[in-house]
């Protein structure tokens, strides 16, 4: 059974936050812990996702001048595929959309079609961050494939 926890950076959970997302971005895919953690913690939104009772899942959320950006997306490898991700954007979503502002995020190449699947649309070229290749994408609900 999935759980959906919203945080803010001083929740006693937040702990478990910053473990998947570690084990995700700086242990699995090399990301610097410096470009993983920074200003913005405390001023995000949080969520940990549990399956079982076991953190599975994070994201965030952050309002910037571009609008509302959604980010730290990770999902522990041996929960990929099993619908926590999917759970944790539509999670993310119903708490932003009614705030009617431009969401967008920075997704990962692999993870392209996920978002594609979920609304998300390309906006613009490819680019690196944190010496991963993303894509800016776009949240188009008009053009849902759901």
Same mark, same amino acid.
């Given at each position: 059974m999935l759980k959906v926890y919203r945080l803010n950076f001083n929740d006693e959970r937040f702990a478990d936050v910053r %473990?998947? *997302?570690?084990?995700?971005?700086?242990?699995? +895919?090399?990301v610097s812990e410096s470009d993983e953690y920074d200003d913005f913690e405390s001023s995000a939104r949080h969520y940990l996702i549990t399956k079982n009772d076991v953190s599975?899942?994070? =994201? *965030?959320?952050?309002?910037?001048?571009?609008?509302?950006?959604?980010e730290r997306f990770a999902v522990l490898s041996k929960?990929?595929?099993?619908?926590?991700?999917? *759970?944790?954007?539509?999670e993310v979503l119903k708490d932003?959309?009614? /705030? %009617? +502002?431009?969401?967008?995020?920075? =997704?990962?190449?692999?993870?392209?079609?996920?978002? +594609?699947?979920?609304?998300? =649309?390309?906006?613009?070229k490819i680019f690196?961050? =944190?010496?991963?290749?993303?894509?800016? /994408?776009?949240f188009t609900p008009l053009m849902s494939n759901n």
């Amino acid at each position: 059974m999935l759980k959906v926890y919203r945080l803010n950076f001083n929740d006693e959970r937040f702990a478990d936050v910053r %473990k998947v *997302r570690n084990d995700v971005f700086v242990v699995e +895919q090399g990301v610097s812990e410096s470009d993983e953690y920074d200003d913005f913690e405390s001023s995000a939104r949080h969520y940990l996702i549990t399956k079982n009772d076991v953190s599975c899942g994070v =994201a *965030r959320w952050r309002k910037t001048d571009k609008g509302i950006k959604l980010e730290r997306f990770a999902v522990l490898s041996k929960f990929r595929r099993s619908g926590v991700g999917k *759970r944790l954007v539509e999670e993310v979503l119903k708490d932003v959309l009614p /705030m %009617k +502002q431009k969401i967008y995020l920075h =997704a990962q190449i692999q993870t392209v079609y996920f978002y +594609q699947k979920l609304s998300f =649309a390309i906006d613009g070229k490819i680019f690196e961050e =944190a010496g991963i290749k993303h894509y800016k /994408m776009i949240f188009t609900p008009l053009m849902s494939n759901n």
